[in-house]
């Protein structure tokens, strides 16, 4: 039995990846903000703002991994964008992860397998019109991820899962009709919209002993729309 964090994990992936790991018998502590979660067997669920109160004092003694799951999706033309736009997301974001990341590693380095798990996204090497404001921010987890990830070697393993449209809250207003559904669909070359649990079972694996040779790594989950023309 591991005991993992999750941070953001009342909804999509966040939410897919507690419930995977708490059912393979796994101690999940999972925090949430605006969707107040009951606690269920194996989750036990705490409040958390990570950019105005932040406080991690639940955390066990060990704890085996970290997942930072919360993010945001503002599209619109870089001219119509505000500065306080870019500073909103890069506290939620990028700063939110880093104080998380910090306050848990005392406790993440009495694991033997540790591993932290961030999330980028396909848009941050593929660039896609209207997706500055994302690809500042992620952009920065990637070069969180590759720089602490030769920081905490060989303790602790960091990783990137860069996704592409998933369907979760998070991306609602993008898939909010059929045709919508249908476009970002064919947009991929595996033709379908990936799922919160696409996601989650790769990020399982990440923070799992299965994947004990792999950090430094930015995982591209994304239906083949990074690499493949079709």
Known sequence: MKNYLIIGASSGIGKALAEQLASA????????????????????????????????????????????C?????????KRLKVESFTEDFNLQVLGAIKVIQAALPSLTKSENASILLFSTVAVQSGFNFHTQVAVSKGAIEGLTKSLAAELAPKVRVNAIAP???????????????????????????????????????????????????????????????????
């Open 164 to 230: 592409s449209l998933t369907d979760t809250p998070l991306a609602s207003k993008l898939l909010s009709t059929d045709e919508k559904r249908a476009a970002n669909a064919e947009r991929h070359p595996l033709k379908r919209i990936g799922t919160a649990a696409d996601i989650a079972q790769t990020a399982a694996f990440l923070l799992s002993e299965k994947s004990a040779w792999i950090t430094g790594q930015i995982i591209h989950v994304d239906g083949g729309m990074s690499s493949l023309k079709v």
């Open 25 to 68: 018998g796994n101690q999940v502590f999972g925090t949430y903000n605006l969707n107040k979660t009951e606690n269920s067997p194996n989750i036990h669920f705490h409040h958390l703002d990570v950019v105005t109160d932040f406080k991690l004092d639940f955390l066990p003694e060990q704890l085996d991994g970290i997942a930072y």
């Open 70 to 78: 919360p993010g945001a999706i503002n599209l619109k033309p870089f």
